[in-house]
């Protein structure tokens, strides 16, 4: 029998990289190899080489000797969707395919941050772990200033860190405005008070596209803060499982942990073992709320299956959710020297796709 075909849907930058072998964060080799050992072709392709029809695409196919060529194929009845998409066109491009009997997994991976916490919001025992999140008004932060010594505000959707303000209470009177300009990785403080805004926070506020967030008091590692990137994927049964965790540290004096910003990364042992806490405890809770919240998440978003969550742990490990990274990019255990866990980002989900074909697809018999 023909070895099936599995889709790898990548953004223009990564597609782009591929003749010459330099993609900025996807490893093609470890498709390759996770591909191989299921029993399955990748090819990789961009939305838009997909026919107007939705039965053919120009894709790129290893050959002999380990050279990537452009084939024109029928599109490949299961797709890993690694693109984040935009446009209306798009998503009607994507109905289509799933209207053809593709299945398309993590076909639409760009969700609000608010729209999450409002999914999860609705289960009992996942509201401990969830600190208060709103929308960016005048109204809303006084509201939340008069609740809360420390604060964030943040993008409701992706920013890898990229305009987050911190805002911590000194006084009856005063409060500490932490952010990061533009462009740059050094941290600015500014002092103001409730009856006069800076001009920066008055513009994060009066923008719809920031959240007014409670500061989760994250646990730290020699001084500074850090939160835990958690990649839960479906796997070769239809099970979601925790692949790994990862550690995230802000810089000395940040309160941000995205390595573009300056954080690094760390195993969870480390962070545990500076905290005199039960690596194997942490471990499992962590494990078990995660694959709570990846089920709960599936429920209201069909088609998910790939998730890299960020949760933030208390200096009692206790976990809290912060936010869901729907194309997880994956480097951050490689970062952090954790190879096999990243090699096993890959294989999870190709095993996945084996799972659909096997159980899911007619045509595969």
Known sequence: ???????????????????????????????EEAAKHYGLIPCYFRLKDISEDCDYVH????ETGGKY?????????VIHNRALHFTQTAEEKIHLLNDKGISIFNNWNRFGKL????????????????????????????MMLKKYKDLIIKPNNNSLGS?????????????????????????????????????????????????????????TYKGSPF?????????????????????????LGGHVTNVAKGGTCKTLEELVNELSLDYKTVYKNIEFFSEKVASNLAAKL????????????????FPMFIE??????????????????????????????????????????
């Open 115 to 142: 729209k999450i916490h409002q999914i999860l919001q609705v289960n009992e025992d996942i509201q401990p772990h969830l600190p208060e999140t709103v929308r960016a008004s005048e109204v809303n932060l006084h």
């Open 1 to 31: 029998m023909t070895k099936p075909y599995v889709g790898i849907l990548l953004d223009g930058i990564n597609y782009g990289g591929i003749k010459n072998q330099k993609l900025t964060y996807e490893q093609l080799s470890l498709y």
């Open 324 to 365: 869901a990274n729907c194309r997880d990019l994956r480097i951050t255990f490689k970062n952090a020297g954790m190879n096999d866990v990243w090699k096993s980002t890959y294989f999870t989900p190709i095993g996945y796709a084996k799972y659909l074909y096997e159980h899911e697809i007619k045509e595969y018999d």
């Open 302 to 317: 069909p088609k998910l299956a790939d998730l890299g969550l960020d949760i933030g742990m208390t200096n009692e490990g």
């Open 163 to 219: 305009g987050v303000i911190k805002l911590a209470k000194v006084d009856v009177e005063n409060w500490e405005m932490f952010f990061y300009k533009k462009q740059e990785n050094t941290l600015h403080k500014e002092v103001f008070t409730t009856k006069d805004f800076p001009v920066i926070l008055k513009r994060k506020i009066n923008s719809k596209i920031n959240l007014i967030q409670e500061r989760i008091p994250l646990a």
């Open 69 to 77: 060529e452009k084939r024109t194929l029928p599109v490949p009845t």
């Open 59 to 62: 894709a790129y196919v290893m």
């Open 227 to 251: 939160d835990l990137r958690v990649s839960v994927q479906k796997n070769e049964k239809d099970k979601w499982q925790v692949t790994g965790i990862v550690g995230k540290v802000a810089q």
